[in-house]
């Protein structure tokens, strides 16, 4: 099983890269903020009591998170592996995914990091905002104070990962078909 942790600060271009290694590699893509939109637009508990915390930059509490992520993990069994995306942005959600995974007889494949710099992120979002609606994709306050969570809490995780040789950094920047031929690369070559 393929199971790849896609990397990086907000606007870093996750969503449209996973789209494209989904295709090729027959993955599951389990994006944590994808799964928390979707509960805000259906006005669960969950998704209003998100919707606040993401509205002002912060960040889900672990323990809902995990227990979504168990729950998807347990009706893919069989799939080819997943690609995660915003998820794990802690040492302790990456230990926590290591045990569920273990549970499943697999494991991590590999930590990709897509490296971009904080001006060009905040451009991005900005440009994604005028299309998506987001109030989180329109401040450049909101934004900057996601980055400075990523930057702050996420980043880190990237030594978890880098201690069992599975962290890869590529550049972010360049054409979409350029950064999906760098990832093409490092998981053609686990």
């Given amino acids: 099983m393929l199971n790849i942790v896609l990397f990086g600060p907000p606007g870093a271009g996750k969503g449209t890269q996973s789209k494209m ?7 599951i893509h389990l994006s944590t903020g994808d ?7 259906n006005k669960t508990s969950l998704g209003l009591q998100a919707k606040e915390l993401m509205d002002h ?6 323990d809902v998170v ?5 729950s998807i993990l347990k009706k893919n069994l069989n799939s080819n592996g997943f690609i995660f995306d915003g998820f794990p942005r802690t040492k302790e959600q990456a230990l926590s995914l290591d045990q569920l ?3 499943q007889d697999t494991s991590i494949s ?9 001006e060009e992120l905040i451009k991005r979002l900005l440009e994604r905002g005028k299309d998506s609606g987001r109030a989180d994709d329109q401040s450049t306050e909101i934004i900057a104070n996601r980055i400075e969570e990523y930057n702050n ?6 030594l978890y990962y ?22 093409n690369l490092v998981i053609n070559s686990l």
């Avoid at 799964?35 to 637009?41: A, M, Q, T, V």
């Avoid at 930059?57 to 672990?62: E, I, S």
């Avoid at 962290?167 to 350029?178: A, N, V, Y």
Wanted: glycine share 4%; aromatic share 2%; no cysteine.
């Fill in 57 to 62: 930059g912060k960040l889900v509490p672990d």
């Fill in 162 to 183: 880098n201690e069992q040789k599975k962290l890869h950094e590529i550049s972010g920047l360049g054409s979409i078909s350029k950064i999906t031929s760098r990832l």
């Fill in 35 to 41: 799964i928390l939109r979707n509960e805000i637009k």
């Fill in 66 to 70: 995990i227990n979504m992520i168990k």
């Fill in 21 to 27: 290694l989904i295709e090729k590699f027959k993955l």
């Fill in 110 to 118: 590999a930590m990709i990091s897509l490296k971009v710099e904080d």
């Fill in 153 to 158: 809490k996420t980043a880190p995780l990237k």
């Fill in 101 to 103: 995974l273990e549970n």
